[in-house]
């Protein structure tokens, strides 16, 4: 059987390879005549072999590998001839100065040069034994798995991001960031007339928890029903109700008298209409919180008013004659200057006068050293009292610029006093003879005598009850 050349022999084994995609290991082939090849050494037959082996089981599960052309240098039976294409970009010569700019568009197009890493031998031997699969398997293995958790953590802004980024940022808290939009939920909040949610809604203990054990106070009546004095007629009603014996309660639980408590209707008239005062209400938004009845208003404080707490707090004395002392902090504020916060704040000793029969110096009860300059001027204000002129302030005009319109109290006030003036006779004229005119002559009356509506209608049986009570 004529088996052919060498190079027939390999064109076929590269057609039987293209054709069922198996890589058959080369065999041994005998030199031609003319090859002169040198006798193989002990590490080539080691390396022969391996090459074998592996060629077996490439045949098996590994992709084709590619064959030499004819015409090319022969390549060892295991290595596949590595082709590496490069491309070029040319470069476009121009040199007028006015398409300099045309220069760098096209370098900015220009491809760069990707630096493939050089992978070492065991790295090759392994991507040989695995598919394409089983390394996009393997790398997926690598990546690690991020939860949702963890990516939503990964996605959010910190609170000094979210700061830069909305118009009102001290209105930002720590836990925005963790809303779904938080630049929409800082914009409700900066919104004019937004009511917050109640702060308690983050907090782990309970609400209210705090004020367990407090005994609440009783409930007072307001200022206006106390001028009633319907609590001390209740008071003494409940001390007669506590002294009655077992059976006169019984008694009075079959025949209840009414009328116990007995007030004047003007009285309640007058402290509801009248005297009535608003109890004290939040503003729109100021919802309350835990411990806020503890806090100091600092609406009703104002700057320079000492209370009397402070004043004892500091040994100051508390009376008539306590604005007579000054406060510990002027013979500071003499030699630095007022607070800059309260530029118009008047204080006696530094920009303003000291009160009657007080003088200046550091005796107990002296107002220091007045501020002035060299020439003997006051720095801050008149503190001597004399050059008011100078530090006179601007005029406000306080004249009312509308009418209040008149409230119903006013109004009905005004109605009474015009249907009293109706009621009252006209003293100027003639006087109508009206009586005479409206009586008819010789009419009967139509209520027989005795029948008469009395004024006044006793319906108690009084003998009774003074027969039960004796």
């Not at 960031?177 to 309970?206: E, G």
């Not at 002559?441 to 319906?459: D, N, R, W, Y």
Request: hydrophobic share 30%; with cysteine; proline share 10%.
């Amino acid at each position: 059987m004529q088996i052919g050349t060498r190079e027939e022999l390999l064109e076929r084994l590269q057609a039987y390879t293209l054709q069922t995609g198996i890589v058959l290991s080369r065999p041994a082939l005998r030199p031609e005549e003319g090859d002169k090849a040198p006798p193989p050494q002990r590490n080539r037959k080691r390396r022969n072999r391996k090459k074998k082996k592996r060629g077996r089981g490439g045949a098996r599960e590994g992709p084709p590998t590619p064959t030499p052309a004819r015409g090319d240098p022969e390549t060892p039976a295991g290595d596949t001839p590595e082709v590496e294409i490069e491309y070029v970009s040319e470069e476009p010569e121009i040199y007028d100065p006015n398409f300099v700019f045309f220069k760098r568009i096209f370098e900015a197009f220009k491809e760069k040069k990707q630096e493939v890493p050089k992978l070492s031998k065991k790295k090759l031997r392994r991507m040989n034994r695995f598919t394409v699969a089983e390394l996009k398997q393997e790398k997926k293995q690598e990546v690690p798995k991020l939860s949702k958790k963890k990516l939503r953590r990964m996605n959010r802004f910190t609170v000094a991001e979210l700061k830069q980024l909305v118009a009102r940022p001290d209105v930002v808290e720590m836990h925005d960031v963790t809303a779904q939009d938080p630049k929409l939920l800082v914009h409700l909040k900066a919104t004019r007339n937004s009511v917050p949610v109640p702060r308690h809604w983050c907090f782990k203990r309970k609400y209210l928890q705090g004020k367990r054990g407090i005994e609440k106070p009783p409930f007072e009546l307001p200022e206006f029903i106390k001028r009633t004095g319907i609590q001390e007629m209740r008071e003494a009603l409940q001390e007669k109700e506590e002294q009655k014996t077992m059976k006169s309660k019984m008694r009075e639980k079959v025949r209840p008298k009414m009328g116990k408590i007995d007030i004047d209707y003007q009285k309640l008239h007058d402290a509801f209409f009248k005297w009535q005062t608003k109890p004290k209400l939040t503003i729109h938004g100021d919802l309350y919180y835990e411990g806020k009845e503890f806090e100091t208003r600092l609406k009703e404080k104002k700057p320079g008013d000492l209370s009397d707490e402070l004043r004892i707090a500091l040994g100051m004395p508390v009376g008539p004659n306590a604005h007579k002392v000054p406060p510990p902090w002027l013979i500071a504020m003499q030699r630095y200057g007022p607070p800059p916060s309260y530029p118009n704040l008047k204080i006696p000793g530094l920009n303003s006068p000291i009160p009657e029969g007080c003088s200046f110096g550091y005796h107990a009860g002296g107002w220091g050293k007045p501020p002035v300059d060299e020439t003997g001027k006051p720095l801050y204000g008149d503190v001597f009292g004399t050059n008011a002129a100078e530090f006179q302030e601007e005029e406000i005009d306080r004249t009312p610029w509308g009418e209040l319109e008149p409230s119903d109290e006013e109004s009905s006030e005004e109605e009474e006093e015009e249907e009293s003036d109706e009621e009252k006779p006209d003293e100027t004229g003639f006087i109508t003879p009206a009586d005479s005119g409206l009586i008819t002559p010789g009419g009967f009356s139509s209520v027989p005598a005795g029948m008469e509506t009395p004024e006044l209608i006793e319906l108690r049986k009084k003998k009774i009850e003074e027969a039960m009570d004796g």
